[in-house]
């Protein structure tokens, strides 16, 4: 007779994604939509910066996982204008940080990387 416990696959064994799998891309979707939202009013409500206030948020990524977020911002300005926003954004990302840890529930906030918009075209 066998033992159960040597012939039962490990969980998460098996074809077409275990429920682990599944419930980390369903928390990690949500964390992309939390910081979305946060952001979202963070960067154009808060702001007092006229170039930062021209910005709206598109969507927010992994790259590569939870521990850094990729932000993707529009531009109501054009594309000349992406060196000082960026370097603009690299001075208030710390505030943005924080504004993300205080509307989310984890022990560390995720690191901040920008991707900017405009028109058609997208520059990181």
Do not use: N
Request: proline share 6%.
């Amino acid at each position: 007779m066998r033992s159960h416990g040597k012939s039962r696959r490990p969980r998460g064994a098996g074809g077409g994604g275990s429920g682990f799998e599944v419930k980390h891309r369903r928390k990690l979707e949500q964390l992309c939509r939390q910081v979305c939202r946060a952001l979202m009013y963070a960067i154009p409500g808060e702001m007092r910066d006229p170039v930062l206030q021209g910005l709206s948020v598109e969507e927010v990524w992994p790259a590569p996982d939870a521990g850094r977020l990729l932000v993707r911002l529009r531009s109501a300005g054009g594309a000349e204008e992406m060196g000082e926003i960026l370097e603009r954004l690299a001075m208030v990302e710390p505030y943005l940080r924080a504004q993300v840890a205080a509307a989310i529930t984890r022990k560390r906030a995720p690191e901040l990387t920008f991707a900017l918009a405009f028109g058609r075209e997208v520059t990181p």
